[in-house]
């Protein structure tokens, strides 16, 4: 059946450091695909989105790859810092605005 | 610059209680979805709503029904609650377009069913 998944539950860089997340998609009729940031007890917040047309796109401190011929997607964050510790989750949208979600990789920032 | 809210972020509800979660966007969107998150399990999907008045089932309706009279109102109603479904309820609104935009996620709430 359709999967969002995330390679690891549990991802702790130092800070400074450059995080990837990634995320690997099952449906091939996704055509758009976002990356949510959801910290304790708040809700998920958009942080980066990337079409199907597209391999790349960059945000502030943030990027964003696509492997469509994998289905892989990732997220970069560079020079990491303490108030990036959350949990980071992938969207995919197979065309019919019900997206599919991954189950979250949690990003702990190391002082 | 709040544009998805939640009426309550934490909620205690007996068992058998019938519990109203509500919802209200103010971007004129015209999807909007409930899920809840559980731990392990991401967010899965118990109904969305297309338009007012319509509603449709997620992968997990069983124990909840919706109610969307008003475009910007999105009810959550969970008929006979039960310990199982103490859980964060998140509600999500999106705007039809060519061009996706993403979901706008309310703050959530913490439902506790004791």
């Known amino acids: 059946g359709e999967s969002v998944g995330l390679h690891l539950p549990t991802l702790s860089v130092q800070e400074g450091d450059n995080s990837i997340i990634n995320c690997a998609y099952s449906?091939?009729?996704?055509?758009?695909f976002i990356w949510y940031k959801q910290e304790s007890g708040k809700g998920p917040q958009f942080i980066i989105d990337i079409r199907s047309n597209m391999d790349k796109r960059q945000g502030q401190r943030v990027t964003v790859l696509l492997n469509k011929t994998v289905k892989h997607l990732s997220l970069q964050i560079a020079a990491t810092q303490p108030g990036d510790s959350a949990v980071y989750f992938c969207a995919s949208d197979p065309g019919t605005y019900k997206y599919i979600f991954g189950t979250g990789t949690r990003l702990k920032v190391l002082a | 610059d709040v544009k998805v809210t939640q009426s309550s972020r934490y909620l205690v509800k007996r068992t058998g209680e019938k519990v109203f979660l509500e919802c209200v966007q103010d971007m004129d969107h015209e999807n909007m979805f409930w899920y809840r998150q559980d731990p392990g399990l991401g967010l899965r999907l118990i109904y969305f709503s297309y338009d007012v008045k319509m509603k449709e089932k997620g992968d997990i309706p069983e124990g909840y029904s919706v109610s969307r009279e008003k475009k910007e109102r999105f009810s959550l109603i969970l008929e006979s609650a039960s310990t199982n479904q103490t859980s964060m309820y998140l509600c999500?609104?999106?705007?039809?377009?060519?061009?996706?935009?993403?979901?706008?996620f309310g703050s959530g709430t913490r439902l506790t069913v004791v």
């Open positions: 999500a609104s999106s705007l039809v377009s060519y061009l996706n935009y993403g979901y706008t």
């Open positions: 449906n091939s009729a996704s055509d758009y």
